[in-house]
């Protein structure tokens, strides 16, 4: 800032003896410049920032999910050692309502019937296993939990079934229109998808038939799209909720495949019950 002169003033004497006010210099009572931190400095308040927004986006907002199993091929890719899809599963749409018929979504094993083959996915060791529970809050691990991945096909109230003269899924006595269903074998009446023994359901993958099933209200009869290779309602209705899922249990709707680059995609909805 440049000098400001006093506004008091000395005098001098010029050549022809006359006298001239001569201002006073004096020093510039401005405010220094704040020093910048250099980046190292902030690069530790940068991290926490993101993580906190990282933190409140999987809390409320939604998490990625990884596709373990071929349950929903053709519209979601898994098998055991393969590359599965990544799925976005957001949250806020069932903060506003709950899921619809057609809706794939994302939910934790209800029961011991849908939980018995499941194997933690944390170390044994203390110190790992509390770093993966850590970054699991920031969504950078999956959580330990049994999530799974199937399609809404009946809500809480209704009754579902199968068959109808084709082989079709019936809901209140209507049969489905499913485009998106995977069968690897040809429909047989009067063949069961399970039967019940004494040491729990056996499971015919190829058979079809099962119920009907009045859906308990605030649960949901949830089914993969590969019919023939899906554990899902039909193989846990000897289970607390008759197979069923409660809608506490959903984690949030899958809306799009993020991974890998040649799926990447939305997850569509399709009402099975509005043909």
């Not at 506004?7 to 001569?22: C, F, Q, Y």
């Not at 986006?57 to 990625?64: A, E, K, L, S």
């Not at 590359?83 to 709950?98: M, P, Q």
């Not at 009907?212 to 949830?222: A, C, F, I, R």
Request: net charge neutral; charged share 25%.
């Amino acid at each position: 800032m440049a000098d400001e002169f006093d506004s008091r003033a000395s005098t001098e004497v010029d050549d022809d003896g006359a006298s001239a006010p001569v201002p006073r210099r004096r020093r510039s009572r401005g405010k220094k410049q704040k020093k910048q931190r250099p980046f190292w400095q902030e690069l530790p308040i940068l991290i926490v920032i993101a993580a906190v927004i990282a933190a409140l986006v999987v809390t409320f907002i939604g998490r990625p999910y990884v596709i373990p199993s071929q349950s929903m091929e053709p519209t979601l890719h898994g098998c055991p050692g393969c590359t599965g899809d990544r799925i976005y599963v957001e949250k806020l749409t069932y903060d506003f309502g709950d899921p619809k018929p057609g809706d794939v979504v994302v939910f934790v094993g209800p029961s011991g019937s849908w939980n018995k083959e499941y194997h933690t996915n944390r170390s044994s060791n203390v110190v790992a296993r509390g770093v993966q529970n850590f970054f699991s809050f920031f969504g950078l691990v999956p959580p330990d939990e049994n999530d799974l991945v199937k399609r809404v096909i009946a809500v809480g109230g209704q009754t579902v079934q199968c068959c109808d003269a084709q082989g079709r899924v019936m809901v209140d006595g209507k049969p489905l229109d499913e485009p998106y269903a995977r069968y690897l074998y040809p429909y047989q009446p009067g063949l069961p998808f399970a039967v019940k023994t004494p040491m729990g359901l056996s499971i015919n993958p190829i058979g079809r038939e099962f119920g009907p099933v009045k859906v308990p209200e605030g649960n949901l009869w949830v089914m993969g799209d590969n019919r023939n290779e899906s554990a899902d309602s039909r193989a846990h209705q000897d289970d607390e909720f008759s197979g069923t899922v409660p809608v506490k249990d959903v984690r949030g709707k899958a809306v799009f495949k993020i991974w890998p680059p040649g799926r990447i995609g939305p997850v569509r909805s399709q009402d099975p019950q509005q043909n």
